[in-house]
């Protein structure tokens, strides 16, 4: 099956310092996501990206579909975005099946 | 608030307690998932619904009993779990297959 690998693992920045995390995944997909869930367990939908770069304030991702990578940006980081960073994709002709990667924990101290 | 809520927030029970979860949106998904998410390991899909209809079973012990009554409703039935069953359990809805994911605040669930 598909593998998805997210890096790094862990990431510690301060306050204001820009990030990259990065997806890799090993096959085809349909579509890949991008997820944050902060410390309390709750998962938000950051960008639904197949393909592309998309923008939502100071997060961006791009999508390079051809080579089998994600990467997820963020700028001037903040206390808020601390959590857990997950990636995630689903498979041609595999409807409601999501392969989720193990996620980069990121912490961002004031 | 996100749309999807799930009760309840914590849950501790006993390896002989029956007790259940409850998943419910009102935002007009067809699909509806409930999820296992344990420390350290990837985020794993236990059920899938659409339309009211099991479409996905990941090989789930049946300890856990799922029952999709209508297309806002979701519940996990629980009963004689293990200490290991022990984790956060998400529940979410999407538009179509896998598009417009939303996830619940999740239950906290410890096995005694």
């Known amino acids: 099956g598909i593998q998805v690998e997210q890096s790094p693992p862990d990431l510690i920045l301060q306050e204001g310092a820009n990030s990259t995390l990065r997806c890799n995944f090993s096959d085809s997909v349909n579509n890949l996501q991008w997820f944050h869930q902060n410390p309390w367990g709750q998962l938000i939908n950051l960008f639904y990206i197949p393909s592309g770069t998309k923008q939502n304030g100071r997060l961006s991702a791009t999508t390079v579909a051809t080579e089998r990578y994600s990467l997820l940006y963020i700028s001037s980081s903040q206390t808020t975005d601390s959590g857990v960073y997950f990636c995630?994709?689903?498979?041609?002709?595999?409807?409601?099946?999501?392969?989720w990667g193990a996620g980069t924990k990121l912490i961002i101290k004031p | 608030e996100t749309g999807v809520t799930q009760t309840p927030r914590h849950l501790v029970m006993g390896m002989t307690n029956k007790k259940s979860l409850k998943c419910e949106q009102h935002?007009?998904?067809?699909?509806m998932y409930w999820y296992k998410q344990s420390a350290k390991k990837p985020l794993e899909l236990m059920f899938v619904?659409?339309?009211?209809?099991?479409?996905e079973n990941n090989s789930v012990p049946s300890r856990f009993s799922p029952e999709c009554p209508n297309s806002s409703h979701l519940f996990l039935h629980l009963h004689t779990l293990q200490p290991e069953d022990s984790a956060l359990y998400l529940c979410?809805?999407?538009?179509?297959?896998?598009?417009?994911?939303?996830f619940g605040s999740g239950t906290r669930l410890t096995v005694v």
């Open positions: 979410a809805s999407s538009q179509f297959s896998n598009y417009g994911y939303t």
């Open positions: 619904y659409s339309l009211e209809e099991r479409v």
């Open positions: 995630a994709v689903d498979r041609l002709n595999s409807n409601y099946q999501l392969i």
């Open positions: 935002l007009g998904h067809n699909a």
